[in-house]
């Protein structure tokens, strides 16, 4: 399952967000929410979090920033049940970590849900640099 898409919603005061009924299609009755890179959380469908899982656990012990890129995704990590209104509890801990408070953003970006603040998501996704990122991608090989 590849996610796609852009969609607003509001986080209540108790920590529920409503999770886009295509998104909860394909995550199925729970997954793993975690802190993510820019300020963001990383969702996960359990298939996929069990991919990733095996990833860091391959990480050399021995290694510091292994160590703390392990531990700042399985600490904060949390599996999410969605309720009957298609809603999930966001960990207090994790909605502090992205600034959740009200209006929320959920993108789907490949394997994984993004859910950003709204005025964070605002603030780092201009797109105004594109270009240059495109041309880097290349490099990447990623041609377009």
């Given at each position: 399952m590849m996610f796609m898409g852009e969609y607003n919603h509001t986080i209540d005061a108790k920590?529920?967000?409503?999770i886009?009924?295509?998104?909860?299609?394909?995550?199925?009755?729970?997954?793993?929410?975690?802190?993510?890179?820019?300020?963001?959380?990383?969702?996960?469908?359990?298939?996929?979090?069990?991919?990733?899982?095996?990833?860091?656990?391959?990480l050399p012990i021995t290694n510091k920033d292994a160590?703390?890129?392990?531990?700042?995704?399985?600490?904060?990590?949390?599996?999410?049940?969605v309720d009957r209104q298609g809603r999930i509890l966001v960990p207090g801990v994790l909605r502090e970590f992205a600034d959740l408070q009200k209006d929320v953003v959920l993108i789907g970006v490949a394997s994984r849900i993004?859910?950003?603040?709204?005025?964070?998501?605002?603030?780092?996704?201009?797109?105004e640099d594109m270009d240059d990122i495109a041309a880097h991608m290349e490099e990447l090989g990623l041609g377009i």
């Open positions: 920590g529920r967000l409503i886009p009924s295509k998104f909860r299609e394909a995550l199925g009755d729970t997954f793993v929410v975690t802190k993510g890179l820019d300020g963001c959380l990383f969702v996960y469908d359990n298939e996929e979090w069990n991919v990733f899982e095996e990833k860091l656990k391959s160590r703390k890129f392990v531990r700042f995704f399985l600490a904060g990590a949390a599996e999410a049940e993004e859910i950003w603040s709204r005025e964070r998501f605002d603030g780092i996704e201009t797109y």
